[in-house]
């Protein structure tokens, strides 16, 4: 009787190891969604921005390129966009729609010290990124403040 018992625990025993180490199941590859965005980019900008004076709207376009790059964020729906300047804006995916956090920029252009505040999204096709950018803040020239709004919508490829 022992015997019996003790050839079915070793046959149980080898039966759960063969069992154990069959191969599982294929399952799908664990895809970083980040990847499809990280990389190298160029931009065309093209827009415009509007500075109201004494309740006269004044507007001047928006027409540059540029480039950029992604890398991965601080958690995985997060990338961050790089300037070649190193300033370094980061943004949330979902899906192909990224939304980057307001971005706050100080600057001057055409002798005007503009303080405005970005805000940036848009969506990923392939290696095309195309978004829009809606500003809001105020220019300042010869002492005095002045409004400002403006809207520029890019595209951007990676290489």
């Known amino acids: 009787m022992k015997t019996k018992f003790s050839l079915l625990m070793i046959i149980a025993v080898m039966a759960i190891m063969a069992n154990g180490c069959k191969k599982s199941e294929s399952a799908a590859p664990v895809t970083d969604p980040r990847d499809a965005f990280v990389g190298s980019y160029t931009e065309v900008l093209n827009g415009s921005f509007t500075v109201t004076i004494n309740g006269q709207a004044q507007t001047s376009p928006i027409n540059e390129t540029g480039s950029f790059s992604i890398e991965k964020g601080s958690s995985e729906n997060r990338i961050v966009r790089v300037e070649t300047d190193k ?34 999204g848009g969506n990923l096709s392939g290696n095309i990124l195309n978004y829009t950018m809606n500003m809001t803040g105020t220019v300042y020239y010869q002492g005095a403040s002045f409004p400002m709004t403006g809207i520029i919508t890019a595209v951007a490829t990676k290489h």
């Open 87 to 120: 300033t370094r804006n980061e943004g949330t995916i979902s899906g192909n729609h990224v939304q980057f956090d307001p971005m706050h920029i100080n600057g001057t252009q055409s002798g005007m010290t503009l303080t405005y505040i970005a805000n940036v």
